[in-house]
């Protein structure tokens, strides 16, 4: 009966939930899914993460490739992130070309690296204006149940941090590159940042924010996808994305930090944790 209430009435079954303090998987307003992460899962990848966020799955495999820098940055590498939305993760997506919602999260994943400032590309030169690594970073959603940008980057996070590099040799004269794969350096990271999203809800009284958003919590807040992402790296906001909306008062702004910042803190504790277990499962929401 609730079922059919519910594809009857989604609106209704929505604010009836809302009204009463909880939402309809009975979470609090703040409160996160579980998280189930595992490192080391595709053998074939230099280095690998698959997540499950609730019903939101993600994998990401890095690869990794010698080129010429470029010339007008000869002291840096490439770190190319590609985030994929298959048409398996939900009916939203079809083959072909990414859909505008698709690029948006490619788009928005990029920016949480970049401007997190977690990997300095020099680090990933070999020799200046010669030689420099290339990291493919591939990510592709599994199933998207809502807060998949979130999910996407503990998954390259988590890859990237178990990353390690082959030792290269250079001959500047005779141009002979020799690599040697049995010996590896892991690659130098600045923190682990970790985005939350939320999705805002209107309400005649006031705004609710529901952090870590399903795909039916986000289509009935209005919205393409997640509202509001906010990135932490180490404790230091490093990005805030709104992407529609409603306006939000300063209460919520302070809320909203609030939560974030435990949630980042969580996250970068499991993945840790799970990088020295290969598997971690968090089930606790911060407060």
């Known amino acids: 009966m609730t079922d059919a209430y519910k594809i009857i009435h989604p609106n209704k079954y929505f604010e009836d939930y809302i009204s009463c303090g909880e939402r309809p998987d009975e979470r609090g307003f ?68 990414p859909s505008d919602q698709a690029q948006v999260i490619s788009t928005a994943v990029n920016d949480v690296i970049t401007n997190s400032k977690c990997i300095d590309l020099k680090d990933l030169c070999i020799v200046s204006d010669k030689l420099a690594w290339v990291v493919y970073c591939d990510v592709a959603c599994i199933d998207n149940d809502g807060s998949v940008i979130d999910a996407c980057i503990v998954t390259l996070m988590a890859s990237l941090k178990t990353l390690t590099l082959p030792t290269v040799s250079y001959d500047v004269e005779t141009e002979e590159i020799k690599v040697d794969p049995t010996v590896r350096i892991p690659l130098k990271m600045s923190g682990l940042p970790v985005a ?28 393409i996808g997640t509202n509001l992402i906010v990135c932490w790296n180490e404790g230091l906001l490093c990005g805030v994305q709104k992407f529609g909306g409603s306006n939000i008062s300063t209460e919520d702004h302070k809320e909203l930090f609030r939560v974030s910042k435990m949630r980042s803190e969580v996250i970068r504790e499991a993945i840790i944790t799970c990088i020295t277990g290969d598997t971690e499962e968090l089930s606790e929401s911060p407060k």
């Open 196 to 223: 939350t999203s939320f999705a805002i809800y209107q309400t005649p009284q006031r705004n609710i924010l529901l952090s870590d958003p399903t795909s039916y919590e986000e289509d009935m807040c209005g919205g």
């Open 30 to 97: 703040s409160d996160h899914r579980s998280l189930l992460l595992s490192v080391h899962s595709i053998k074939t990848a230099e280095a690998s993460a698959v997540l499950k966020c609730g019903n939101t799955a993600a994998v990401c495999g890095i690869s990794l490739e010698l080129a010429t820098p470029k010339a007008e940055e000869p002291d840096n590498g490439f770190l190319v992130i590609n985030v994929e939305m298959t048409p398996l993760c939900s009916s939203k997506f079809r083959p072909g070309p």
